[in-house]
C-alpha cells in the first residue's frame, strides 16, 4: 500500500542552525502539506502545496519557514534559523484532491530537536 | 478563529463494548470532517470521513454528522484493546481551489479494558 515517507526520522540541531525536513508523497496524490505537533499539544497546520506553490499557510509559517518540491518526488520543509520553540514532530501528508473529500495521509514524522 | 473542541478523557470503555467519541467545530463553512487515530509517538492515521449530515458506517466504525449543530462522533463498536490510542477530529473548509489545511482537536484519549 503507497505510504508517505519522511527522512531522517530524528533531526537534533543547534538554535539558529539551517534544517531540512525531507517527504515523498504518494506518488499520484498532488497535494501536500506539513503540519507539526509539540509535545503534548494538537497537531497544527502549517502549510499546504499545490502546483508547485503555497495554497494555504497558517500564522505559524512565517519567513523562517520556507517550502519546496525541488523534483518529481520529494517535498521540503526548511526552518532558516531554528528556534527552541521548534522543537516538535514535523509531519508530511498528501491527498489526491485539494479541497472536497480531500482525504490526507500522513507520514511517520520528523522529531526536530532544537538545542 | 476556527475551534475543534474534543474532551481530552481518558475514556475508558470495557473490552467488547461500544466507545462514543464526540467532537464540535465552530467554522460554519466546515465542510470536510475526519477522525485520526494517533498511537503514542506516531503519526495520526486516518480511519474515518465524512462529509454529509448523517451517518457513514465502515466496519466496526461509524461516524455521524450534525452539521446544523456544527457536531460530530466516532462510534466504536465491539471495543478491543489494540483500539486504546488518542482519537483526532479535523476539519477542513471547501475553499473552492487549492489545497485545504485541516483543523484539529486535541484528541480524546481512549482506553479499553480487557
Known amino acids: 500500500e503507497p505510504e508517505v515517507t519522511q527522512t531522517p526520522s530524528h533531526q537534533v540541531t543547534q538554535m539558529g542552525q539551517e534544517v531540512i525536513l525531507r517527504c515523498v508523497p504518494i506518488?499520484?496524490?498532488?497535494?501536500f502539506y506539513w503540519y507539526r505537533q509539540i509535545l503534548g499539544q494538537k497537531v497544527e497546520f502549517l502549510v499546504s502545496?499545490?502546483?508547485?506553490?503555497?495554497?494555504?499557510k497558517s500564522e505559524i509559517f512565517d519567513d523562517q519557514f520556507s517550502v519546496e518540491r525541488p523534483d518529481g518526488s520529494n517535498f521540503t520543509l526548511k526552518i532558516r534559523s531554528t528556534k527552541l520553540e521548534d522543537s516538535a514532530m514535523y509531519f508530511c501528508?498528501?491527498?489526491?484532491?485539494?479541497?472536497?473529500?480531500?482525504?490526507?495521509?500522513f507520514g511517520p514524522g520528523t522529531r526536530l530537536t532544537v538545542l | 478563529q476556527k475551534e475543534v473542541e474534543q474532551n481530552s478523557g481518558p475514556l475508558s470503555v470495557p473490552e467488547g463494548a461500544i466507545a462514543s467519541l464526540n467532537c464540535t467545530y465552530s467554522?460554519?463553512?466546515?465542510?470536510?470532517f475526519f477522525w485520526y487515530r494517533q498511537y503514542s509517538g506516531k503519526s495520526p492515521e486516518l480511519i474515518m470521513s465524512?462529509?454529509?449530515?448523517g451517518d457513514k458506517e465502515d466496519g466496526r466504525f461509524t461516524a455521524q454528522l450534525n452539521k446544523a449543530s456544527q457536531y460530530v462522533s466516532l462510534l466504536i463498536r465491539d471495543s478491543q484493546p489494540s483500539d486504546s490510542a488518542t482519537y483526532l477530529c479535523?476539519?477542513?473548509?471547501?475553499?473552492?481551489?487549492?489545497?485545504?489545511?485541516?483543523?484539529f482537536g486535541k484528541g480524546t484519549h481512549l482506553i479499553i479494558q480487557p
Open positions: 502545496f499545490y502546483n508547485n506553490e503555497i495554497s494555504e
Open positions: 501528508a498528501s491527498s489526491e484532491r485539494g479541497t472536497d473529500y480531500n482525504e490526507q495521509f
Open positions: 467554522d460554519r463553512v466546515s465542510q470536510s
Open positions: 479535523a476539519v477542513g473548509k471547501a475553499s473552492g481551489g487549492g489545497a485545504d489545511g485541516l483543523t
Open positions: 506518488s499520484n496524490h498532488l497535494y
Open positions: 465524512i462529509y454529509s449530515n
